[in-house]
């Protein structure tokens, strides 16, 4: 990064990206701050809001460079909103953060900014991008154990990272808001952001939200024996390994739900060892770059992550079923709790991302 460049940063308001900007623009390059408008509706998780398209701007005034909004409203409905309540619908665990980065900050926002002639685009998210032995960049965890987000950009292909810059995959968060006192930011001291940005816990969470898009259904609560044991409010409400809010009375032996069945109106429900798994498959998967499934597919140890802050699970077996690896199976080291389908598994070769997809209903 020795050469200056026109940059494009995400700003959305919190610290990290602000920060970003900062670091970006202290190192000589041409810095353009912009601020996605992708919600309208009510958000009370400090993301999408109006506040953060006011605190976005106002460091970008303190920085003294551009600030740009670029409305993406009707995307973020199509790609993740819509999704999102589908999925409900079908009994299935979504990711909208996940997919907020696959279509738009990575995908709609790459295609703006070459438009517009910027090479690169910025984000605060906390991981970096580093360079295999043949110079191929991958993502990388980032330094913060407690804040890395490689997880999430597990779907960036090393084309789109060519054009990808993460400011501040080096530094702890501690460091972030240090960096951003010394220079006396607005949001130097607000909180993270929390949860699903459209979904506004002030206004019913997410049972209101996906209420007033889609009927919600009474659903049976039956054991892995076929049993009734209960009912429950609402079957598309209900998450694989979810324990409270089953509604089932307390015998001293917690139960858990195993699968869900909205077309049946049944959730299963059993015990944690019921929950175990020697492996999964999943599905849409998307590899780095093609050395990347070679490397799976030559039989190179790799580790999983099932969770945005989960630890690294040993994975013994790898099976690609198809030319294109889109389909991949995992074999763990040990059981391991069922993933809930619609959720993401992400491989890594040590620190770095090999790519990742989402979990097959079984």
Not at 107 to 136: K, M, P, Q
Not at 304 to 320: F, K, N, R
Request: glycine share 12%; hydrophobic share 40%.
């Amino acid at each position: 990064m020795s050469d200056r460049m026109q940059v494009l940063v995400a700003m959305s308001g919190g610290v990290d990206s602000s920060v970003a900007a900062a670091m970006l623009r202290d190192e000589g390059h041409d810095v353009v701050g912009v601020t996605l408008k992708l919600w309208g509706g009510e958000s009370d998780s400090g993301c999408c809001s109006v506040s953060d398209v006011d605190d976005a701007r106002r460091v970008a005034q303190q920085l003294d460079i551009e600030h740009l909004v670029f409305n993406f409203g009707d995307d973020f409905m199509a790609d993740v909103v819509g999704p999102y309540v589908a999925d409900h619908a079908a009994g299935l665990t979504p990711n909208p953060c996940i997919e907020c980065n696959r279509h738009l900050k990575f995908d709609r926002l790459l295609v703006r900014a070459e438009a517009l002639g910027f090479d690169a685009v910025a984000t605060g998210h906390h991981a970096r991008i580093t360079r295999t032995s043949s110079g191929a960049p991958r993502v990388t965890r980032g330094v913060d154990p407690a804040k890395d987000q490689s997880y999430v950009l597990h779907m960036l292909t090393a084309e789109q990272l060519s054009r990808v810059l993460l400011p501040i995959g080096g530094l702890t968060k501690a460091d972030v808001r240090v960096r951003a006192e010394q220079l006396s930011l607005r949001t130097a001291g607000k909180p993270d952001s929390q949860d699903v940005c459209f979904i506004s816990h002030a206004g019913g969470g997410r049972s209101r939200f996906l209420g007033d898009r889609i009927e919600l259904r009474p659903g049976r609560l039956v054991s892995s024996a076929g049993v009734e044991v209960g009912t429950v409010e609402s079957v598309q409400l209900v998450t694989i390994g979810q324990r409270r809010g089953l509604g089932l009375a307390g015998d001293g032996s917690p139960r858990y739900a195993l699968d869900v069945d909205v077309a049946a109106g049944t959730v299963t429900v059993g015990h944690a060892d019921e929950l175990l798994v020697a492996g999964e498959s999943i599905g849409a998967f998307t590899w780095v770059d093609a050395n990347a499934l070679e490397q799976v597919r030559s039989g190179c140890a790799v580790t999983a992550q099932v969770s945005a802050h989960g630890d690294p699970l040993e994975v013994t077996t790898v099976q690609v079923s198809d030319q294109e690896g889109s389909i991949v199976s995992v074999q763990w080291g040990e059981r391991q709790r069922r993933i809930a389908p619609g959720q993401s598994i992400v491989l890594f070769d040590g620190e770095q991302v090999l790519g990742g997809g989402i979990v097959f209903r079984r």
